[in-house]
């Protein structure tokens, strides 16, 4: 017999070894995240975890229903309009392509609809018949400094005859300067005629009327600069008209182009499912902010004009709804940077801005939060808020009832690209006698573009955001909190699968579920080197509320209430109901929404007949005109689906 060599009982017993030891390097970190991946999708699934945090669900829809989410509203019919225009793609804006999509939660069935401008940066808000008004939006794209081929500037078109009626030019009109250098119109546009006084009381005197147009330069290069205020000849005018018609400049630089707003307005209707013209605003505007008043008129204000430029505050107007038709105010002139948040309180013509916004514009000037007066046109500051320098991309929201007039500032960042981000939760009731923030909650990172969704149950959903500016570095939070004002404590909600920052938005939708859409990072690496792309997966989230036992239940409710008047629901369950909550549907964009608010109602049950005796608020400043959703909630915090309710 032979026995074996020290050398073949190594290869014997070594080899073996090792190889297992490479099969296991090799394997046991991947199983290792299988098993970790499972478990952590038990716990998600856990009926515990759920009627603790809640759920999310991610939802794709077939490819030729996607769109880049811009603005997102839910209506009176149930179903949300998601409004994309160019979703911030230039090649869609230069083909023309503008996109809106009709969502239909309780069936998710999709339908495009006709949109008839580039409605990307509108402002919006609901009208007393549920109409959702739209106006505003994209003229034109930025063009950064090192971009820009062809000087352009800002070309004051006026008209010195009274004579005959507005004279219209298309774009590509060309402007002929003293030296032979041309400069064509890059929009279609209106030169009304001239003003003339009455005669009776003294000689006649004639005010030249005037319209801005945006100019590019026919050539390019510098050769095409202009320094100083110079008279251009429309090309194609003789005679008379080419006297009294012509073009004024400053400046035509090579400087960096901003984005230009419309004038376009509209008003979506929820019935028919498609966008309505009215009148034009007498502004452009490029990121306004929309506010519903008790009247039922609309106060526009902010935004970036057909040139580019922050509106500075001198052409704040209204739309009257009932004559589809917009007044200027400059009784009313107040300077906002772009996308303020506004907020009607419970005192009629008093306002309240939080000081969020969306940026556009000095840091020092429109910052500060406050009330702003409309009865006399005076604003006065208030003190107490943190962070004061990283307002842009925080949300402000009530929290709880509208009636208790707490308002929520969440978030934010720094100025521009500023890589600061708030962690910041401060709020203020608006009924103290001397109104300031104090300290609420602080979130567990800082968070830009948080978006808040106010809950039948009283509490805040606040959810997604990111710590640095559009997501850099991958710093999408992936997080979710909820907020309960009485209290005023956190506790974790189930974290959003999906991350989602700039353009995203958030709305409760009538069974009590949240949906969020959008986001628009810069970047999808690490390292900041690989361009992002948009996110056009939806995701809805089921509070935990859906999973602490069986909805209460309420009968038919009328499809029409009277404010301040009294309704009677039926309900088997009349009598564990604890609270009865009007909601006004949610229009957001930008971390904006000033639409949404929870209205307690007052109310008799009566057991014995199942009867619910509905006492509705009577003050317009609390609960103004236009639908809402009608919620009751049981002593469990559990609420009914929302029973959709028009208050005239």
Same mark, same amino acid.
């Given at each position: 017999?032979?026995?074996?060599?020290?050398?073949?009982?190594?290869?014997?017993?070594l080899?073996?070894?090792v190889g297992?030891?490479i099969?296991?390097?090799?394997?046991?970190?991947?199983?290792?995240?299988?098993t970790?991946?499972?478990?952590?999708?038990r716990?998600l699934?856990?009926v *515990?975890?759920?009627r603790?945090?809640?759920?999310w669900?991610?939802?794709?829809?077939?490819?030729?229903?996607? !769109?880049?989410?811009i603005h997102?509203?839910?209506?009176?019919?149930?179903?949300v309009l998601?409004?994309?225009?160019?979703?911030?793609?230039? &090649?869609?804006?230069?083909?023309g392509?503008?996109?809106?999509?009709?969502?239909?939660?309780?069936?998710?069935?999709?339908?495009?609809? $006709? @949109?008839?401008?580039?409605l990307?940066?509108?402002?919006?808000?609901f009208?007393?018949?549920?109409?959702l008004l739209?106006a505003?939006?994209?003229?034109r794209?930025?063009?950064?400094e090192?971009?820009?081929?062809?000087? %352009?500037g800002?070309?004051?078109?006026?008209?010195?005859?009274?004579?005959?009626?507005?004279r219209? =030019?298309?774009k590509?009109?060309?402007f002929?300067?003293?030296?032979?250098?041309?400069y @064509?119109?890059?929009?279609?546009?209106?030169v009304?005629?001239a003003?003339?006084s009455?005669?009776? #009381?003294?000689?006649?005197v004639?005010?030249?009327? *005037?319209?801005q147009?945006?100019?590019d330069?026919?050539? =390019?290069?510098d050769?095409?600069?202009?320094d100083?205020?110079?008279q251009?000849?429309?090309?194609?005018?003789?005679?008379?008209?080419?006297?009294?018609?012509?073009g004024?400049? &400053?400046a035509?630089?090579?400087?960096?182009?901003?984005?230009?707003?419309?004038?376009d307005? =509209?008003?979506?209707?929820?019935?028919t499912?498609?966008?309505?013209?009215?009148?034009?605003?007498?502004v452009? /505007?490029w990121?306004?902010?929309?506010t519903?008043?008790?009247?039922?008129q609309v106060?526009?204000?902010?935004?970036?004009?057909?040139?580019?430029?922050?509106?500075?505050?001198?052409?704040?107007?209204?739309y009257?709804?009932? @004559?589809?038709?917009?007044?200027l /105010?400059?009784?009313?002139?107040?300077?906002?940077?772009?996308?303020?948040?506004?907020?009607?309180t419970?005192?009629?013509d008093?306002?309240?801005?939080?000081?969020?916004?969306?940026?556009?514009?000095?840091?020092?000037?429109?910052?500060?939060?406050?009330?702003w007066?409309?009865?006399?046109?005076?604003?006065?500051?208030?003190d107490?808020?943190r962070d004061?320098d990283?307002? *842009?991309t925080?949300?402000?929201?009530?929290? %709880?009832p509208?009636?208790?007039?707490?308002?929520?500032?969440?978030?934010?960042?720094?100025v521009?690209?500023?890589a600061?981000?708030?962690?910041?939760i401060?709020l203020?009731?608006?009924?103290? *006698?001397? $109104?300031?923030? @104090?300290a609420?909650?602080?979130? $567990?990172?800082?968070?830009?573009? $948080?978006?808040?969704?106010?809950?039948?149950?009283?509490?805040?959903?606040?959810?997604?955001?990111?710590?640095d500016?559009?997501?850099?570095?991958l710093?999408?939070?992936?997080?979710?909190?909820i907020y309960h004002p009485d209290?005023?404590?956190?506790?974790p909600? #189930?974290?959003?699968?999906v991350?989602?920052?700039?353009h995203?938005?958030?709305?409760?939708?009538p069974?009590g579920? +949240?949906?969020?859409?959008g986001?628009?990072?810069l970047?999808?690496d690490a390292?900041?080197s690989?361009?992002?792309?948009?996110e056009?997966?939806?995701?809805?989230?089921?509070?935990p509320?859906?999973?602490r036992?069986?909805?209460?239940?309420?009968?038919?409710?009328?499809?029409? +209430?009277e404010?301040?008047?009294? +309704?009677?629901?039926?309900?088997?369950d009349?009598?564990?109901? #604890?609270?009865?909550?009007l909601?006004r549907?949610?229009?957001?964009t930008?971390m904006?929404n000033?639409?949404?608010r929870?209205v307690a109602?007052?109310f008799?049950?009566?057991?014995?007949?199942? /009867?619910l005796?509905?006492?509705?608020?009577g003050?317009?400043t609390?609960?103004?005109?236009?639908?809402?959703l009608?919620?009751?909630?049981? !002593?469990?915090?559990?609420?009914?689906?929302?029973?959709? !309710?028009m208050?005239?």
């Amino acid at each position: 017999m032979k026995w074996p060599t020290m050398r073949n009982l190594r290869q014997r017993v070594l080899l073996p070894v090792v190889g297992v030891s490479i099969l296991l390097s090799a394997n046991v970190p991947p199983l290792y995240d299988f098993t970790s991946t499972w478990l952590h999708e038990r716990e998600l699934n856990s009926v *515990e975890y759920q009627r603790a945090h809640g759920y999310w669900r991610i939802l794709e829809l077939p490819e030729s229903q996607r !769109v880049n989410a811009i603005h997102a509203a839910l209506l009176p019919t149930g179903k949300v309009l998601l409004i994309a225009g160019s979703g911030n793609d230039r &090649e869609q804006f230069d083909a023309g392509t503008f996109k809106t999509l009709l969502f239909d939660p309780a069936t998710e069935q999709t339908e495009l609809v $006709p @949109t008839p401008e580039d409605l990307f940066c509108s402002g919006h808000a609901f009208l007393a018949d549920g109409n959702l008004l739209v106006a505003g939006g994209t003229q034109r794209y930025e063009v950064l400094e090192s971009d820009v081929e062809r000087a %352009g500037g800002t070309m004051l078109v006026k008209n010195e005859s009274p004579d005959g009626g507005p004279r219209s =030019f298309v774009k590509g009109t060309e402007f002929v300067a003293p030296d032979g250098r041309r400069y @064509t119109a890059g929009h279609d546009f209106v030169v009304p005629p001239a003003t003339k006084s009455d005669e009776s #009381a003294g000689p006649a005197v004639v005010t030249a009327s *005037e319209t801005q147009v945006w100019v590019d330069a026919a050539g =390019f290069g510098d050769e095409y600069v202009v320094d100083g205020q110079t008279q251009y000849r429309v090309n194609g005018l003789v005679g008379a008209d080419a006297r009294n018609v012509y073009g004024l400049a &400053e400046a035509i630089t090579m400087d960096k182009q901003d984005y230009q707003g419309l004038e376009d307005a =509209f008003e979506f209707n929820p019935y028919t499912e498609r966008y309505e013209r009215v009148d034009d605003m007498h502004v452009k /505007r490029w990121y306004p902010t929309m506010t519903a008043l008790p009247d039922g008129q609309v106060l526009t204000v902010a935004g970036l004009d057909g040139s580019g430029q922050v509106l500075d505050g001198t052409q704040n107007e209204i739309y009257d709804p009932e @004559t589809k038709s917009w007044t200027l /105010r400059p009784d009313l002139e107040r300077y906002f940077p772009t996308y303020p948040s506004l907020f009607q309180t419970a005192t009629p013509d008093l306002l309240f801005y939080t000081g969020s916004n969306a940026g556009y514009g000095p840091d020092d000037q429109g910052r500060d939060p406050g009330f702003w007066d409309l009865g006399d046109n005076t604003f006065t500051e208030v003190d107490g808020l943190r962070d004061t320098d990283q307002l *842009e991309t925080s949300m402000s929201a009530w929290a %709880g009832p509208v009636q208790e007039q707490r308002i929520m500032v969440v978030g934010g960042g720094g100025v521009g690209e500023s890589a600061l981000s708030s962690d910041r939760i401060d709020l203020i009731d608006l009924t103290a *006698e001397d $109104p300031r923030f @104090t300290a609420g909650p602080d979130l $567990p990172d800082g968070t830009r573009y $948080p978006n808040l969704v106010q809950l039948p149950d009283d509490t805040v959903l606040i959810t997604n955001g990111s710590s640095d500016y559009r997501g850099r570095g991958l710093s999408d939070n992936h997080d979710a909190r909820i907020y309960h004002p009485d209290s005023n404590t956190l506790t974790p909600a #189930a974290d959003p699968r999906v991350g989602r920052n700039y353009h995203s938005a958030a709305l409760l939708l009538p069974d009590g579920r +949240v949906l969020t859409v959008g986001s628009d990072p810069l970047f999808r690496d690490a390292k900041n080197s690989i361009s992002g792309e948009f996110e056009q997966r939806l995701e809805l989230y089921s509070p935990p509320y859906l999973f602490r036992g069986t909805r209460p239940v309420v009968g038919a409710v009328p499809q029409q +209430v009277e404010r301040g008047g009294n +309704v009677v629901v039926i309900s088997p369950d009349v009598d564990r109901i #604890a609270a009865i909550r009007l909601i006004r549907p949610g229009a957001a964009t930008h971390m904006l929404n000033n639409e949404q608010r929870s209205v307690a109602v007052d109310f008799t049950a009566t057991t014995a007949t199942g /009867r619910l005796e509905l006492d509705l608020p009577g003050e317009a400043t609390i609960l103004p005109s236009g639908p809402y959703l009608l919620f009751a909630v049981d !002593v469990d915090g559990v609420p009914s689906v929302g029973a959709p !309710v028009m208050v005239r």
